[in-house]
């Protein structure tokens, strides 16, 4: 069974920093794109951070670009998600998510990953 974990969440002032990690099992992910999206309260899902392979090409999201920093550990079949300069509207569920064999519709495109962990909850007060 394929599963993604995260971990790292939780509370934060603003300005303050959070590293999140997204751990897999019951496959290896070493050669899959694996990416970040956010759901914030009332809010549809979106894109925060891709990372390929090989290489570790990275995208983002404009609202994170030059905080967030994604990054991978293939040997832990894991990737992290290391949050800077955190703000109020950073506040939202985190989910991590492993490119699918299906068509490739881009990096900031959900429908081009099949496996999804359970979200954890990034909370950022002013």
């Not at 920093?17 to 751990?23: D, G, N, V, Y």
């Not at 019951?26 to 390929?52: C, D, L, M, N, Y």
């Not at 939202?92 to 699918?100: K, N, S």
């Not at 064999?101 to 002013?126: F, I, K, L, M």
């Amino acid at each position: 069974q394929v599963q993604l974990v995260e971990s790292g969440g939780g509370l934060v002032q603003a300005g303050g920093s959070l590293r999140l990690s997204c751990a897999a099992s019951g496959r290896t992910f070493s050669t899959t794109g694996r990416g970040w999206f956010r759901q914030g309260p009332g809010k549809e899902r979106e894109f925060v951070a891709f990372i390929g392979y090989p290489g570790g090409r990275t995208t983002y999201a404009d609202s994170v670009k030059g905080r967030f920093t994604i990054s991978r550990d293939d040997a832990k079949n894991t990737v992290y998600l290391q949050m800077n300069s955190l703000k109020p509207e950073d506040t939202a569920v985190y989910y991590c998510a492993a490119e699918g064999s299906g068509a490739w519709r881009g990096s900031d495109d959900r429908r081009s990953y099949d496996y999804w962990g359970q979200g954890t909850q990034v909370t950022v007060s002013s």
